[in-house]
């Protein structure tokens, strides 16, 4: 399945993206959409901020650290709040536990349901025609073998791979933004990349991430995540999670402007 494709009927053997779109929508009830930027959300994220700045606190420290090696922009499929059936879920997909393949089902419908109905919205808000490459965020536990992420999506997604490691000598699992932390694996110049996360928290691997694929020549980066961390706990997320509470998920909104797609 490449992003860019329309609606053509059956997209493996009989199973059509109306089927594909009405199974999502079944799972799609845990979720909660991101909310738009604007007071109390990042700009970039759509996590919470400060009263009076455009973005939180990483956000704003990755644009003085990483100037013109972020991601261009970064498109959360829904909140991931803390304690809720939606992050355990994103836990569970990567786990060998009970659930585990419901849990990657579930989150492979979602993905691909969300990048057929509104990457174009996507594209448009990074100002490209569509994505050349794919990429994952390499894990941050050390895991042998490819991405949980990557083996869900990489088979329906008809893009080769701009494929990214730890580089030799960097810890293993990093909090902070660090432009050398991971390395591509060839040069990718003039390339889109659409960059896939499971779960951002502070964004730093993500953007991370991003500055490896800009610095081996991609032109663009757009990162899309599966789930943006929310810990109601936060002092600083009571509003947003509170927000969050009353909230429904659209499938028919587009998560980037929130216009119907």
């Given at each position: 399945?490449?992003?860019?494709?329309?609606?053509?009927g059956q997209v493996r053997g009989n199973v059509t993206w109306d089927r594909l779109r009405a199974a999502a929508g079944r799972e799609s009830l845990c979720l909660r959409a991101p909310l738009p930027a604007g007071p109390g959300c990042?700009?970039?994220?759509?996590?919470?901020?400060?009263?009076?700045?455009?973005?939180?606190?990483?956000?704003?420290?990755?644009?003085?650290?990483?100037?013109?090696?972020?991601?261009?922009?970064?498109v959360p499929v829904s909140y991931s709040v803390a304690g809720t059936a939606y992050a355990r879920m994103l836990w569970l997909y990567k786990s060998d536990g009970a659930g585990q393949n419901a849990a990657r089902t579930a989150l492979r419908l979602m993905l691909l349901v969300f990048l057929h109905?509104?990457?174009?919205?996507?594209?448009?808000?990074?100002r490209i025609a569509a994505p050349t490459h794919v990429a994952v965020v390499p894990t941050g536990r050390g895991r042998p073998g490819a991405h949980p992420l990557e083996a869900l999506v990489g088979p329906y997604l008809a893009l080769?791979?701009?494929?990214?490691?730890?580089?030799?000598?960097?810890?293993?699992?990093?909090?902070?933004?660090?432009t050398g932390r991971f390395q591509a694996a060839g040069r990718l110049t003039g390339a889109t990349v659409l960059l896939l996360d499971d779960t951002w928290t502070s964004g730093s691997s993500a953007q991370s991430a991003a500055a490896a694929l800009k610095l081996a020549g991609a032109r663009s980066v757009v990162t899309v995540v599966l789930g943006r961390h929310v810990?109601?706990?936060?002092?600083?997320?009571n509003s947003l999670a509170a927000a969050l509470a009353g909230s429904s998920f659209r499938a028919e909104l587009c998560a980037v402007h929130g216009a119907a797609a």
């Open positions: 399945m490449h992003p860019r494709q329309r609606d053509r990042c700009t970039v994220c759509r996590g919470p901020t400060r009263v009076g700045y455009l973005r939180c606190f990483h956000c704003a420290l990755h644009r003085r650290r990483a100037p013109g090696l972020l991601a261009d922009v970064v109905e509104h990457g174009r919205c996507v594209w448009a808000c990074a080769p791979p701009a494929a990214l490691a730890i580089r030799p000598g960097e810890p293993v699992y990093g909090r902070d933004l660090h810990n109601p706990s936060d002092p600083l997320a």
